[in-house]
Nanobody, 121 residues
Framework: QVQLVESGGGLVQAGGSLRLSCAAS????????MGWYRQAPGKQRELVVI???????NYADSVKDRFTISRDNAKNTVYLQMNSLKPEDTAVYYC???????????????WGQGTQVTVSS
């Protein structure tokens, strides 16, 4: 079984920074499309940023130039550095990935449990 575990959320003032981490564990042969989504109260879950093929990335327009995704392949971990945070960034942030558990299995999609980010004005 595969688990995605997020950490690093919290309360920060507008203009501040936070760094989120997401570590994948369990039976992992390969990971694709690992990244971050968020869901604010009363709104649909939306893409923040993901790695697509290789090291290509896809950022939401609302976070470009403020958020940066990075990864440590040896640790099956992705990070989200969030700078210049705004109150509208307040949401539960979820890690997501397509994981191939073994060479002979297909990819399965997994979600983490989410971590709360609250930005005060």
């Amino acid at each position: 079984q595969v688990q995605l575990v997020e950490s690093g959320g919290g309360l920060v003032q507008a203009g501040g920074s936070l760094r989120l981490s997401c570590a994948a564990s369990g039976s992992i042969f390969n990971i694709q499309n690992m990244g971050w989504y968020r869901q604010a109260p009363g709104k649909q879950r939306e893409l923040v940023v993901i790695f697509t093929s290789g090291y290509s990335t896809n950022y939401a327009d609302s976070v470009k130039d403020r958020f940066t995704i990075s990864r440590d392949n040896a640790k099956n971990t992705v990070y989200l550095q969030m700078n210049s945070l705004k109150p509208e960034d307040t949401a539960v942030y979820y890690c997501n990935a397509d994981v191939k558990p073994t060479l002979w299995e297909r990819y399965h999609n997994y979600w983490g449990q989410g971590t709360q980010v609250t930005v005060s004005s």
